[in-house]
């Protein structure tokens, strides 16, 4: 949200940090590094969770998932509706913390067979959704294109997704993070 800052003669706005997005490979520190910076904010913190505990092994990683989270934190576990949520959490709490846009996008071509026109717009209603809402959001995603092309049509297709989504994110973004092995490094912002 902008503010005015007199300085001297002169009024700046000053803009801040609406919308943060952590990329990286798989089990980089992505979501470690994203609640770090969620906890350094003042305010009521919720975790949007996008992972659907389809089985015994997901169960467990999403059981240690929230065992890292600090007391007082909320939870809620949206697989689908992200903009909806996102929306009405971001009265309720100052700090949004998405884990993670790949699972929700594999939850809208997998579980609900939406086709790629119909996730291309959920993907922009989510990332204007984040520039409403009053509250820092700070979104966790992976980083699939630079790996080897995927054998198979719906693997492109989600991985070409995934591509998207993170630029359009990446694109409205105020800071942007990229982690290597637990390392991250600030590309925007």
Known sequence: MPGLLKVGFFVMVHMTTNLILVTGGTR???????????????????FIATAEPLDQEMK????????????GW???EEPIHLAKTLKKCGDAYEVLLIDCLTLWISNLLVNKSMDEKAILKKISVLVASCREVHARVIMVTNELGMGIVPSNPLSRLYRDLVGEANQQVASEADEVYFLVSGIPMKLKG
């Open 60 to 71: 467990k990683r999403i059981a240690l998932h929230k065992n890292k989270r600090p007391a």
């Open 74 to 76: 909320s939870t809620v």
């Open 28 to 46: 980089s520190g992505k979501s470690s590094f994203a609640q770090n910076l969620a906890e350094a904010e003042e305010g009521r913190k919720v």
